[in-house]
Every structure is written in C-alpha cells, then in structure tokens.
C-alpha cells in the first residue's frame, strides 16, 4: 500500500472500532476494497477480487469481516459519516471565512480549486461511496442524513452571507447552492469521461471560467435579465 493510500485509510479509520495497530494485512484488504468497490461496484465485487487486490489467501479476509457485506459497511459508512464530513468542509470553511478580504471571484475560485483537487485525490474512494449509494439503501441513508444535509447546509450559508454583502443577486439562496454544485460535479464528471471533448489545459484555468459564467452569466447584456424581471 502506497503512503498516500495508508495517510487516507488511517483518517477514515480514526473510530473506536478500529485499533492503531492494526495488521498490515489487515490494511491490505481495505485498499484493495476501496480499488475494487469503486472499479466494480459492491455486487460487482467478489471476495476472491480484493483477495487477489490484496495478496492475501481470501480466508483472510473472512478473519477480519464475515461476509462482503460487513466489509463494505465497515469501510464505507464509517468513510462517510467520520472523514468524508471533515474531508469536504474543514479547508474551505477557512477559505469561505475570507479573514483577508478577498474580493468573491478570488474566494470562488479558490473554493472550487480546493474542491477540485480534493475530490480528483480522492476519486476511488468517493466513486466507490456514490456508486454503491445507488444500490445500496444502507449507504444511500448515511449520504442523505449524515453528508450531503451538510455540505448543502455550508453552501447555503455561504450564498445567504454573499447575498447580505451584495456579492449576489437577491435571489433564492439554494437555487445559488444547486447552480454552484451542478457546476462543479459536471466539471468533475464530464472532464474524467469525456476528457477528449471537457477537458482543458489545467484544472485552474477551467475553475477561472466556471467562476466567470457563474458569477457574470453568458449573456452580452446582462441588464437583460433585471429587465425580464
């Protein structure tokens, strides 16, 4: 297991449930998990796959989780609800705090960056936590009540505050939230799967122009849109 992958791993597993001094087997089988969840989704996964991830006899893993099942609720949950919480919000809670007064492009565009290379360093782990909420109703329930009220409860706040400082337009503040996500997720998404047609020359010029369409619109004249009003 890579350095990175163990730093990652060791955040997740920062719960009573779990020792510090864990077998180093023990930490094959997570990583191995995480690599073939997200490749292959959870009924996609066989025991025998993370075995082989793992280099471990595939009893082995059964020594540590009893069935797939356990493995995957012992990994994911946990993911959700003690590190990917802190993951999304710690760094651009201080970002959004604006303590040196940058102008609201500047902080965007640093939020977005933030986000960005956040989620492009955690990508296995986070594919494999979405694409298992699909089908999976125990970790759907944990996104629903324990993550996403969160993250969304963040983003509205920022926008009701840029509201108050006449940075944005009076308008809803979650349609402000939606709009910024749904820039955000589609440049993520459509960048890694469609590279050849969504994918610029770096991610920092990109986030410039999302910040710009977001925050200026597309329009020649956008006095039009006060007019339609």
């Known amino acids: 297991m890579n350095s990175e992958n163990k730093d990652l791993l060791e955040k997740l597993l920062e719960i009573e449930k779990f020792s510090e001094d864990m077998p180093e087997k023990q930490w094959k089988i997570l990583d191995a998990a995480i690599k073939i969840f997200a490749a292959k989704g959870f009924d996609g996964s066989r025991t025998s796959d ?3 991830e793992a280099e471990v006899a595939e009893g ?3 020594r540590y989780y009893k069935t797939k099942k356990d493995l995957l609720m012992g990994l994911l949950v946990p993911l959700a609800t003690k590190f990917f919480r802190p993951m999304l919000l710690r760094s651009v809670e201080k970002i959004a705090e604006n303590k040196d007064e940058k102008s609201i492009d500047e902080v965007l565009n640093a939020i977005l960056n933030d986000r960005v290379n956040l989620i492009k360093k955690n990508l296995p782990l986070i594919k494999a936590v979405f694409m298992e909420a699909a089908y999976n109703e125990d970790v759907l329930k944990v996104l629903q009540k324990d993550l996403l009220p969160k993250v969304i409860s963040f983003i509205d706040s920022f926008a009701e505050t840029n509201i ?6 009076e308008i809803e503040s979650r349609l402000i939230t939606r709009t910024l996500m749904s820039l955000l997720v589609g440049y993520i998404m459509l960048s890694n799967v469609y590279p050849e047609f969504f994918k610029g020359e770096n991610d920092e010029d990109e986030i410039k122009k999302i910040v710009d369409v977001f925050l200026y619109g597309v329009s020649n004249d956008p006095l039009n849109i006060e007019k339609d009003n």
């Open 50 to 52: 993370i075995a082989k």
């Open 60 to 62: 082995t893993i059964f």
């Open 164 to 169: 108050e400082n006449n940075n944005f337009r």
